[in-house]
């Protein structure tokens, strides 16, 4: 078990992915929750396409700084976090990816992931996310985390052009 496990109740425990069966997990969770979370926000065509398998894939290529939420052991929950991919916030962390599956929602999954999440970025007083602008569900839980808008969007096209939105919070 990781000495970094935060948490240990309802046996989820949240922990930094070490094994190759655990990424293979955060590719499951990615596909899974992208196809339960996005029906009617990213085009049906483009979910239908996505498979385990190029998610496992993309986990595998890039496995650093990611936090895995485990139930015994099956994962159901992932995040990616690290320093700033965008040009504008240069001196701020970034939370890349959160997803739990959908039969974990209420179990504060999510809350736990961003906790430890926000804490591996300690060392930024600003963090951000992006999120789908009709996610209303993962809006509603990072307002409650503290995250606002700071006004700025970009267009993705996923089989059909999505929008996404940027949401920050700073330390303090």
């Known amino acids: 078990m990781d000495v970094r496990e935060l948490f240990q109740d309802d ?8 094994t190759d069966e655990e990424l293979c997990g955060r590719g499951y969770v990615h596909c899974t929750a992208w196809q339960e ?6 085009c049906d065509r483009y979910l239908d396409t996505m498979t385990v398998e190029a998610t496992t894939a993309r ?13 015994k052991d099956k994962v159901v929950g992932f995040a990616v976090y690290g320093p700033s991919r965008d040009e504008d916030l240069p001196n701020a962390g970034e939370v890349e990816a959160i997803y739990v599956l959908k039969e974990y929602y209420g179990r ?12 591996r970025l300690g060392e930024f007083d600003t963090v951000f996310l992006w999120v ?3 996610n209303e569900r ?3 839980f990072y ?20 929008t996404i939105v940027r949401m920050v919070k700073k330390r303090g």
């Open 11 to 18: 046996f989820i425990c949240i922990k930094s992915a070490e």
């Open 59 to 71: 986990a595998r290529r890039f496995p650093e700084n990611t936090l895995v939420a485990k139930d």
């Open 37 to 42: 979370a996005y029906r009617g926000i990213v």
């Open 108 to 119: 504060k999954v999510g809350y736990r992931l961003m906790n430890e999440a926000f804490s």
């Open 132 to 134: 789908f602008e009709k």
């Open 143 to 162: 307002h409650k985390y503290g995250f606002e808008f700071d006004g700025c969007k970009k267009e993705w096209t996923l089989g059909t052009p999505v």
């Open 138 to 140: 993962a809006i509603n």
